[in-house]
């Protein structure tokens, strides 16, 4: 059966490639690179295949041609819906026409493939579409956020508490999630404080015309059921 691979390439430094990611590269007959026509990306990744691709493995690179996207749409989800629905349609006579029965593509996908990509929904998509068969290994990489903690030398989170990993449309469109220090927090470091959304506070916000209301997060529930929710915050003490 073919093989897809949507491999993790790193957060941009070639020294994120991991193990399994260059044993990966190494097992690809095909390479997908999407048209983005972003330069210095393009580059950096003939780069990371010049340096880790075998110099006696032979592969071949498929341009991927990349629909256009509605950014300006205003139903932000069914924009995204229709665009992947499209990339599926194109990576599906790809897989189908560049691939033997055996062979094995691969498409490189910056940072980690789980985290704000669409390569593994789009190859669902493919998938689910049932007019080709082929077997998806998803190959973790280093993301972003492990990348960007690591330069700052700090943990994600705190004791016992979760990790919020959200998107610059979400700030802009509810604020930031800030942790207003608790008065009781001096000498208890197990207290950090409220959790609020600043619409009112960021003046770039304000000058989008997004000030006001902080009472009310994205779901609808108070900062504090949601600080609770992500183990931001403790429990309230009972009276
Ligand atoms: C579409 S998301 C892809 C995230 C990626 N899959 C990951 O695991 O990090 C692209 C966003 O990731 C962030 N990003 C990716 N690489 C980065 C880097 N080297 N430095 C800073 N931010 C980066 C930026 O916020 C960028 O807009």
């Not at 095909?30 to 780069?47: N, P």
């Not at 001096?186 to 916000?205: Q, V």
Request: proline share 7%; with cysteine; charged share 30%.
């Amino acid at each position: 059966m073919r093989r897809v691979l949507a491999i993790g390439i790193g957060a941009g430094d070639l020294e994120h490639m991991t193990v399994g990611a260059i044993r990966a590269l190494n097992q690809a007959d095909v390479l997908f690179e999407i048209e983005r026509g972003v330069e210095d990306l393009t580059a950096l990744r003939e780069e990371i295949c010049r340096r880790y691709i075998e110099p006696d493995r032979r592969h071949r690179t498929v341009a991927v041609p990349e629909p256009r996207r509605d950014r300006a749409a205003p139903a932000y989800g069914a924009a995204v819906e229709d665009w992947r629905s499209q990339r599926a349609e194109v990576w599906e006579r790809l897989i189908e026409q560049e691939l033997d029965s055996e062979g094995c593509g691969a498409f490189l996908v910056w940072g980690d493939p789980s985290l704000y990509d669409s390569t593994i929904a789009v190859l669902d998509l493919v998938a689910a579409r049932g007019r080709t068969r082929f077997e998806l290994e998803v190959v973790p990489g280093i993301s972003s956020i492990q990348a960007l903690a690591a330069r700052h030398r700090i943990p994600l989170n705190r004791v016992g508490g979760a990790v919020l990993v959200t998107t610059g449309r979400r700030l802009a469109e509810h604020g930031f999630p800030l942790l207003v220090p608790s008065r009781r927090r001096r000498g208890n470091p197990d207290l950090l404080g409220r959790l609020s959304w600043d619409r009112g506070r960021d003046p770039r916000l304000r000058a989008a015309g997004r000030g006001g209301c902080r009472d009310r997060g994205p779901a609808g529930a108070s900062p504090r059921a949601q600080g609770l929710d992500h183990g931001l915050l403790p429990p309230a003490p009972s009276a």
